[in-house]
C-alpha cells in the first residue's frame, strides 16, 4: 500500500530523513518509534503530500504521488484519514462538524446528502464510544474525548490508510489505554493500512503488527512486536528500555 524509496529532506543546515526506505503492506499497522524530534512527523507529511522531498519517491498504491495532477492527489488524499497530535479540532465548529468537515469540505467528491452525512457521522463517533455528542463544542471535552473525535474524523470518510501522529501523547495512562484499543479494533473492524508515530513503547507493543525504529534520518530496525523486543541492535535496545546509557546518548553528549 506504501513504498518509500531514497527519501530526503533537510531544513536548512539539518538533515531529517536521509535516504530513508520503508514499505508498508496492505492491511498492517505499522508503528514508527523515534526519540521526539527525529523526524517522524516530517515522514507523516511527505506520505500525505504536504512536504516535499529533495529526492527520493513516495508511492500509494502502486501510484509515485509526485507524478500525479493535482485531482488526482487530491482524490488520494480523500483515501487517508489523519489523527494528528492535538487532535487539531476547529474550536468554532460542533462536534458533528469537525467530524463530518471534510464531507462538507469536499463535496463535489463524496456526493452525498446531508442526511447522509450526518448517518456517517453518528456512526463513527459511535465506532469511538462518543455517541450523542455532535453538537458539543470541543472546548467542552476532555483531551482524551478530543483524541477520539480526532479518530472519528479520521474513519467518517472510510479511508484505506490512517495515519496517526503520537495518538497518546498528553493524556493519563487509562485514557492511552482506551486510545490503543479503539486503534486496534478499528484496524481489526476496517481493514486499513495504518502508520502510527510514537515513542509511547507500551502503545507500540498494543497496535503493532511490525515495529520501525527510525534514527538519524533512517529506518534502522524493522520486524515484529517480538524482533524488536529482542533486538541486538544498540540503538534499538537502549530506545524500547529507556535507558540513560547507550549510543543514542553518546551520540547526543558528542554533539553538543
Known amino acids: 500500500m506504501i513504498n518509500i524509496k531514497g527519501l530526503s529532506k533537510s531544513f536548512e543546515s539539518h538533515q531529517v530523513l536521509d535516504s530513508l526506505d520503508l514499505t508498508v503492506a496492505t492491511g498492517v499497522t505499522l508503528v514508527v518509534l523515534g526519540r521526539s524530534g527525529c523526524g517522524k512527523s516530517v515522514l507523516l507529511k511527505h506520505i500525505v503530500g504536504l512536504l516535499r522531498p529533495e529526492s527520493g519517491e513516495v508511492f500509494i498504491d502502486g501510484e509515485d504521488i509526485w507524478k500525479l495532477r493535482d485531482s488526482r492527489m487530491d482524490a ?10 492535538g ?18 469540505e469536499h463535496m463535489d467528491y463524496f456526493k452525498l446528502s446531508k442526511k447522509e452525512i450526518e448517518n456517517r457521522v453518528t456512526e463513527s463517533l459511535e465506532m469511538v464510544g462518543l455517541s450523542g455528542i455532535e453538537n458539543e463544542m470541543p472546548s467542552e471535552l476532555s483531551g482524551g474525548m478530543k483524541k477520539r473525535v480526532s479518530l472519528a474524523r479520521a474513519i467518517c470518510t472510510k479511508p484505506d490508510i490512517i495515519l496517526y501522529d503520537e495518538p497518546t501523547t498528553g493524556v493519563d495512562p487509562i485514557t ?18 495504518s502508520i502510527v508515530v510514537t515513542h509511547d513503547m507500551r502503545s507500540a507493543y498494543k497496535v503493532a503488527d511490525r515495529i520501525a525504529m527510525m534514527y538519524k ?16 541492535n544498540p540503538v534499538v535496545y537502549q530506545f524500547i528500555n529507556g535507558l540513560a546509557k547507550g549510543p543514542i546518548t553518546d551520540d547526543i553528549n558528542h554533539t553538543v
Open 87 to 104: 487532535g487539531a479540532l476547529f474550536d468554532s465548529l460542533t462536534v458533528g462538524e469537525n467530524v463530518g468537515f471534510s464531507y462538507i
Open 217 to 232: 534520518g533512517k529506518i534502522i530496525a524493522e520486524g515484529t512486536p517480538g524482533d524488536i523486543q529482542n533486538t541486538q
Open 176 to 193: 492511552a489505554d482506551v486510545i490503543n484499543e479503539l486503534i486496534r479494533g478499528l484496524h481489526d473492524v476496517l481493514k486499513v493500512t
Open 76 to 85: 488520494l488524499r480523500m483515501k487517508m484519514g489523519m489523527v494528528f497530535q
